[in-house]
C-alpha cells in the first residue's frame, strides 16, 4: 500500500472514531493539508503568535554556543523532525556554516510540498550544503535513522510541536526517541512556558481569524476528502486555557441544532446546539514539569536556553 492509500485510510477512520465519540474530537494533525500549511504559515507571522518570534530570538540569541555544543570530532548529522518553512533553522545552519563544521541536514515533514519548498530554498542560499529531506511521520522516518547510525546526531523538534501531546503521549515520544539516540546524540526541543494566561489565550484567538480559519479547515478538508457538507460558518472557534494545568484547547462549538453527513463514511451526525468538537492542545510548560518528562523518559537536561521574557524554552537533552 502506498503512503497516501495508508493515510487516507487512516484519515476516514480517525474521523469517524473521533465524531462518533461523546464529546466528539478531531485530531490536530489533520490541520495540515496544502491550504492548513498556509494557514499556519500565516499564524507564525501574527503579532500575537509569540512562539515563533520567542524562538528565533533564542537560536539568534544563542547559535555560537548551540553549534559549539552540538559539533563533534567527525561532524555531525542535524535531523529536523516537522522541519516547516525552516526559518529559524536556517539561523543556526548558517552559524554552522560559519564556523565551517561538518554536519548534514535532514529535515523530515509529513508534508512533501514543505519539504520541497524548503529544499529548494536552502539550495539557492547554501549551494554546497548536503541537504536530505525525508517525507513522513516522526516514526517512521526515525526507525530508518536509527538504522544508518554512523555519527553523532542532533534530533530538533522545534516550535513547541510537542505540545499538541497530552503528558502520557509527550512521555512515550520523548522514550521513542531515546530508543534512537546513543550517548552523545543530543535532542534538541522547544517548550513553550506557562505565562500570563491572557497572552495564551491571544495567541489562539488572533482578532483576524487566522486561527479560527485554521481550526476550520480540518471541517473544509473532511468536505473535500471525504464528501462532507459541514457549513463552518455554523461552527463557532472557542479557546480556553487552564493556568493550573498549561493546557489551551481548541474547540469548534456547534452555534445551531443541525446534521452533517459524511458521504464516504456514510455517516450522518447530529450535533446539539452548542455541542463541541475538541480539535487541539498546545500544552503549557515550565522547567518541573520538562524534568518530569524526562525523568519519565529516562534523559536528562544537559542544557537550556530562554528568552529574556521566559515565554518559552529550548532544552538539550541527553541519555
Ligand atoms: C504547531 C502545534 C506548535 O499548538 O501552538 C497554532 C499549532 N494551533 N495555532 C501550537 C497551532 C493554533 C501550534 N503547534
Known amino acids: ?46 503579532p500575537e503568535y509569540y512562539l515563533t518570534n520567542c524562538e528565533y530570538n533564542i537560536i539568534d540569541l544563542y547559535k555560537k554556543e548551540m ?11 542535524l535531523i529536523e523532525l516537522g522541519a516547516g518553512d525552516g526559518k529559524k533553522t536556517k539561523l543556526l545552519i548558517e552559524e554552522l556554516i560559519h564556523q565551517k563544521i561538518d ?12 519539504l520541497d519548498q524548503l529544499e529548494a530554498s536552502l539550495k539557492e542560499s547554501y549551494p554546497a550544503m548536503s541537504v536530505k529531506p525525508q517525507q513522513g511521520t516522526y516514526f517512521e522516518i ?34 521513542k526517541l531515546k530508543e534512537v539516540m546513543s550517548d552523545e546524540d543530543m ?14 489565550l491571544d495567541a489562539y484567538n488572533d482578532p483576524t481569524g487566522v486561527t479560527e480559519a485554521f481550526n476550520k479547515n480540518i471541517l473544509t478538508r473532511i468536505n473535500n476528502e471525504l464528501n462532507g457538507d459541514f457549513n463552518s460558518d455554523q461552527f463557532l472557534h472557542w479557546e480556553v486555557y487552564d493556568p493550573e494545568t498549561g493546557t489551551a484547547k481548541s474547540f469548534l462549538v456547534s452555534k445551531i441544532d443541525q446534521e452533517v453527513t459524511i458521504e464516504d463514511l456514510q455517516l450522518t451526525t447530529s450535533f446539539k446546539q ?29 542544557r537550556q536556553y530562554a528568552d529574556p521574557d521566559l515565554y518559552y524554552k529550548n532544552y538539550i537533552f541527553q541519555k
Do not use: C
Open 1 to 46: 500500500m502506498s503512503s497516501t492509500t495508508t493515510f487516507a485510510s487512516a484519515f476516514k477512520k480517525d474521523v469517524l472514531e473521533g465524531l462518533t465519540s461523546y464529546p466528539k474530537y478531531l485530531l490536530s494533525k489533520y490541520f495540515y493539508d496544502k491550504n492548513g500549511d498556509q494557514l499556519f504559515q500565516d499564524i507564525m507571522n501574527l
Open 103 to 114: 554536519f548534514n541536514y535532514l529535515p523530515i515533514d509529513i508534508s512533501q510540498n514543505v
Open 274 to 302: 452548542w455541542e463541541t468538537i475538541h480539535t487541539e492542545i498546545s500544552q503549557k510548560y515550565d522547567d518541573d514539569v520538562v524534568d518530569w518528562l524526562a525523568d519519565e523518559a529516562g534523559l536528562k537536561i544537559t
Open 142 to 175: 526515525l526507525e530508518q535513522i536509527a538504522e544508518y547510525n554512523t555519527r553523532k546526531k542532533v534530533i530538533l523538534v522545534l516550535g513547541s510541536n510537542i505540545g499538541n501531546l497530552l503528558h502520557p503521549q509527550a512521555i512515550d515520544f520523548l522514550r
Open 67 to 77: 553549534a559549539l555544543e552540538f559539533n563533534h570530532d567527525h561532524g555531525f548529522d
Open 187 to 200: 535532542l534538541f526541543m522547544g517548550f513553550d512556558q506557562k505565562k500570563n494566561p491572557q497572552t495564551i
